[in-house]
């Protein structure tokens, strides 16, 4: 009996690798037979073309800060009760509330905070020239300062 067993091994064996044989050459027969249906493979494109009368604009999306921790209706003494410096910044900026201290951008408050000392150092140079003196490097300005006032009429009373 050992001897059938063997054989049907074969018998198997012979068979599929002659199916495979078959389903191969089926299936080039199938390409071969239909070569006016496109292969199904890939997926057909659609391209959309722009139209003019909704064009697409792009939203540029600014950064946020998120939700806010304070009312705008809040007193900034309240916030900078610490800081005594700042406190000072407000009242010579006339700002009682976070509104009214947002309108302002960090150059104007400095341009703004600066400008009485830009004027003081102007009335200090006068006075300097006024008396023939002048700072460290300044003589040029003391002396054009002098000369301007030579210059002018002097009041009759």
């Known amino acids: ?20 044989k078959v389903i191969k050459k089926a299936a080039k027969k199938t390409k071969q037979t239909s070569p006016l249906k496109p292969p199904r ?22 950064p946020s800060l ?3 921790l304070v009312t ?5 003494y309240m916030l900078f009760h610490d ?4 406190r000072q910044v407000f009242e010579f900026l006339r700002v009682d509330t976070i509104k009214d201290l947002e309108e302002f951008t960090p150059q104007q408050i400095v341009h703004l905070m600066s400008r009485p000392i830009r004027l003081t150092v102007d009335r200090i ?21 002098r000369q301007a006032k030579d210059d002018q009429p002097k009041r009759s009373n």
């Open 1 to 20: 009996m050992p001897k059938k067993k063997k054989a049907a091994a074969k018998v198997v064996k012979k068979v599929t690798k002659k199916t495979v």
């Open 125 to 145: 140079r006068q006075r300097l020239a006024q008396f023939k003196r002048s700072l460290k490097d300044d003589e040029q300005y003391a002396t054009e300062f």
């Open 66 to 68: 998120g939700r806010p």
């Open 41 to 62: 493979a890939s997926a057909p494109k659609i391209v959309k073309k722009p139209t003019t009368a909704n064009p697409v604009i792009p939203i540029k999306l600014e």
């Open 72 to 76: 705008q209706e809040e007193k900034l």
């Open 83 to 86: 800081d005594y410096q700042s």
